[in-house]
């Protein structure tokens, strides 16, 4: 079993509290804190119900996660730190110079932002090279991939260490972008799809059950660049390129560019509250959960 780490979850919204439950799950002690009362008060009962999904897959290591009543009491003592606070760069800045000067320069501070660079949310810290992205994808208790950047090898090395441990997938980017790269995927398919529903081309829920039916499930198993290898037959990606590169690249200049008009975002409000169909958000989240979990349980027997 991994060792029991003293950790430290800052912001407890959606990402913070899935954070915590894996965290504890896996054995380590956790202090959260959150700005927000109502979030702390609600932070046991979701961290409870994330832990039962987790049980599905592994047994519990019999964590914890206790409520600090301020950043200085959850951060005292913690070797490593996972911030998942609003994503607003002013904000991060002043959070991050603060944990800075709380924690010793030893302490791993990862923070969970979407599409801010670390370059910009590090400007007041003195110890720079501790903090990195460790960037999870929703939700952080079950989807394997965690996307790292940081200065330092050593402490990439150390991250990389402690996400493994807790049965993460992680890749390293090379140098910072916004959106790291699962997130600049997903908004350029998104444009796409967006633009498809704009220009007319086909309703919300069809393009979806085209994504899900379809790519999705082959990404799922290959990711995009393996399975173009497999589109050339058994000349792989080198006929693929030869043979179809070019209707490639004539699909590359039809896509489209989309802004989120008042025009276009009623049309995806109408669209995506006609495929949901009634079921209310926590209801899609758990069919989603149970999909992933039993996806993640195929995955284990591979
Ligand atoms: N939602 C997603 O799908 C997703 C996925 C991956 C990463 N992220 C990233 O995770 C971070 C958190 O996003 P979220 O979706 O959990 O947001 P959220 O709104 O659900 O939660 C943010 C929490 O931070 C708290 N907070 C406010 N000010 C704070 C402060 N000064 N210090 C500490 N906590 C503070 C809020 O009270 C709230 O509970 C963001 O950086 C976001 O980009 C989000």
């Not at 997130?183 to 350029?188: C, E, I, M, Y």
Request: with cysteine; glycine share 8%.
């Amino acid at each position: 079993m991994a060792p029991r780490v003293e950790a430290a979850v800052i912001g407890c919204g959606l990402i913070g509290a899935s954070w915590a439950a894996l965290l504890a799950a896996h054995g380590h002690a956790v202090k959260a804190y959150d700005p927000d009362p109502a979030r702390r008060a609600q932070l046991a009962e979701t961290v409870a119900r994330l832990r039962r999904q987790l049980l599905e897959l592994r047994a519990d290591a019999g964590g914890s996660v206790t409520v600090a009543g301020d950043l200085a009491a959850a951060l005292d003592g913690a070797t490593f730190v996972l911030e998942s606070a609003p994503e607003r760069l002013d904000l991060k800045v002043d959070l991050l110079a603060e944990m800075d000067r709380h924690c010793p320069a030893d302490v791993v501070i990862a923070t969970s932002t979407s599409s801010l660079l670390l370059s910009d949310m590090t400007a007041r810290c003195a110890h720079r090279d501790r903090f990195i992205v460790a960037h999870p994808f929703n939700p952080p208790h079950l989807m394997p991939l965690v996307e790292l950047f940081g200065t330092s090898p050593s402490v990439l090395d150390r991250a990389e260490a402690f996400f493994r441990a807790l049965h993460k997938q992680t890749i390293r980017l090379k140098r910072e972008v916004p959106g790291h790269i699962a997130n600049r995927l997903g908004a350029a398919l998104w444009q796409e799809a967006v633009h498809l529903v704009a220009s007319g081309v086909a309703d919300v829920a069809d393009i979806d059950a085209a994504l899900i039916h379809g790519p999705a499930m082959r990404w799922a198993v290959q990711g995009t660049h393996l399975t173009y290898h497999l589109g050339g037959g058994a000349g792989g990606i080198r006929h693929y390129l030869d043979h179809l590169g070019p209707s490639q690249e004539r699909r590359w200049q039809s896509l489209g560019k989309v802004q989120l008009t008042a025009d276009v975002k009623k049309m995806l409000i109408d669209g995506i509250e006609q495929e949901a169909a009634g079921r209310s958000v926590a209801n899609l989240e758990a069919e989603r959960d149970r999909f992933l979990i039993d996806l993640l349980k195929l995955r284990d027997h591979l």
